[in-house]
C-alpha cells in the first residue's frame, strides 16, 4: 500500500507540472496597442483588449440590417 500511495503522490506532481507549465505559456505578457507602443500592466493590457473587441463588434453606420440579417432564421418565442 505505501508503494500505491508514493506512486499517486508522483501522479499528482505530475500532472500539476503539467498544469503549472500550461498555464504559464497562455499567459499574455505584453500587447501592441493601436499605437504601435507596447503594453504590460495589467491595467494597459486589459484596455488594449476591451479597445480592439469594442471596435471589432461595433459599427460607424449600423444601417443595413436586412443585408446583415439575410439567411438567419426567424424565431418566434413561445410563453
Not at 20 to 34: A, M, P, V, Y
Not at 41 to 49: A, T, W
Request: net charge negative.
Amino acid at each position: 500500500m505505501a508503494s500505491e500511495l508514493r506512486d499517486e503522490d508522483k501522479n499528482t506532481k505530475y500532472f500539476h507540472y503539467k498544469v503549472d507549465s500550461k498555464r504559464r505559456r497562455n499567459t499574455i505578457k505584453c500587447l501592441e496597442d493601436e499605437d504601435g507602443k507596447w503594453v504590460d500592466s495589467e491595467k494597459e493590457l486589459e484596455q488594449v483588449v476591451v479597445r480592439y473587441f469594442s471596435d471589432l463588434f461595433s459599427s460607424s453606420n449600423p444601417s443595413i440590417f436586412d443585408t446583415a440579417l439575410e439567411g438567419v432564421e426567424q424565431e418566434l418565442l413561445k410563453n
